[in-house]
Structures are given as C-alpha cells and as structure tokens.
C-alpha cells in the first residue's frame, strides 16, 4: 500500500490553463504539506494543513489555492498556469508536532508549454 | 528561505569507500533530518537527530550534530551503488513553526 500517493505522476499543459493535483495519505497523519522542488533541487515548502486546518501559507501567487476536505487529502489546485510554474511538486505528510520525519509522495511532474 | 546548506554540493567515490556530506544551518532548532532522493522519487527520510543529541546510528549511516557549530555531517560507510542519489538535510527551526526548510541539496555518485 503506498503511504502517500499523487496524482498525476506527469502533467504537461498550456500556459493559462487550471490544473489540480490530488494527495492522499493513509498514515492516519494529522499534518500534510505541499513542497516545491525547482530545477535546481531545491525544495520550498508552500502550504501546511493540520487536520484540515490550513497553519503555514507561504509566499505563493493567490494562484496556488490548496484545499483539505479532510485530514487524509491535501489537494492543489492552480489557476491560470504559467511557464515559471514547471516543477515537481511533492506532497508529505506527518503525524504532527515536533521530532517526527515527514513521509513524502513521489511527485508531480508540472511542465508548463 | 534556505536554512541549510550542504558541502560538497557533488561527490563521486568508489564502492566500499566512505562518504561524508555537510550540512550547515542558521538558526536555533529542534530538529535536523536528512533524507535521501533517488533519480525522479520522491524523499525518503533517513534520520532524525534531536537538538540535545550529538550523535545517532542507524544501519550504515552515522549523523553528528554540532549546535554550536551549528553544522552536521552524514556519513555513509561502505557505500553501495544503490547509495548513488542526492541527500538533502532539514532543521525543523524554533522560528519555523511547523515546517522542515531543506538545504540545496549533495548529489552522491558511487561507482562500481
């Protein structure tokens, strides 16, 4: 049983378009996180829902909405795509508070054309 | 922001050999992870060594925190093939809240 699954593994789309990516965690985990990682590597993390409670919301274009129907799904939904938006995007999640290692998704691959 | 930066950014070694990677960070934490990404996967976590610890094991790996140095290093002893992947460290920070802020990242090749 996969612990953290994504969908799509791949999304190749129009510059303007609206694309959603879905996450589900069966780790029973209370805390789940949207990552994004560039080209270079580096991962930023974007949004925090614990227990379906948004708690982190960084810096991210109002184009980026998440949304946690319940504490196992962590969606994200992004509005009028554009090119610098290509990444993958990765989805963790944790049982919450502190000392505890996150278990991540294997990604979405967002390329913008 | 980056919190932690990793050194060297790439290191190529034989199988069997040794393999140690650098972590540097900024502010005081509770925590610091690594883990380790294998070619188009996602994280997987490695270890978890807590701000009061200086030291933790598990299999092969070897993680030393210094908070006064505010540094840590991974080592890996007699790396595989199946080693050959980035490694990435993450500080759980006191001014963080609830989030892992993840280094730059060591890309580690081991040749058979």
């Known amino acids: 049983d996969t612990a953290v699954s994504q969908t799509p593994k791949y999304l190749v789309t129009q510059m303007g378009n609206d694309k959603s990516i879905k996450c589900e965690q069966n780790?029973?985990?209370?805390?789940m996180y949207w990552y994004k990682q560039d080209s270079k590597k580096f991962l930023k993390i974007m949004f925090s829902?614990?227990?379906?409670?948004?708690?982190i919301n960084e810096t991210v274009p109002n184009r980026f909405s998440p949304k946690s129907p319940d504490k196992a799904h962590l969606n994200l939904h992004i509005n009028s795509l554009e090119l610098g938006d290509s990444a993958v995007y990765f989805c963790?999640?944790?049982?919450?508070?502190?000392?505890?290692?996150?278990?991540f998704g294997s990604g979405t691959r967002l390329t913008v054309v | 922001s980056q919190q932690g930066e990793e050194d060297p950014q790439a290191l190529s070694i034989q199988e069997g050999e040794n393999a140690t990677m650098n972590c540097s960070y900024k502010?005081?934490?509770?925590?610091l992870q690594w883990y380790r990404q294998n070619s188009g996967r996602g994280l997987v976590h490695l270890i978890l060594?807590?701000?009061?610890?200086r030291e933790k094991h598990s299999g092969r790996l070897r993680v030393t925190l210094d908070t006064s140095k505010k540094s840590s290093s991974l080592l890996i002893t007699a790396s595989r093939a199946a080693d050959t992947a980035s490694y990435f460290c993450?500080?759980?920070?006191?001014?963080?809240?609830?989030?892992?802020?993840f280094g730059a990242g060591t890309i580690l090749r081991v040749k058979s």
């Open positions: 963790a999640s944790t049982p919450g508070g502190r000392d505890y290692g996150y278990t």
């Open positions: 780790l029973g985990h209370d805390t």
């Open positions: 829902y614990n227990n379906k409670e948004l708690i």
């Open positions: 502010t005081s934490i509770n925590n």
């Open positions: 060594i807590r701000s009061n610890e």
């Open positions: 993450a500080t759980d920070g006191m001014e963080y809240g609830n989030k892992l802020v």
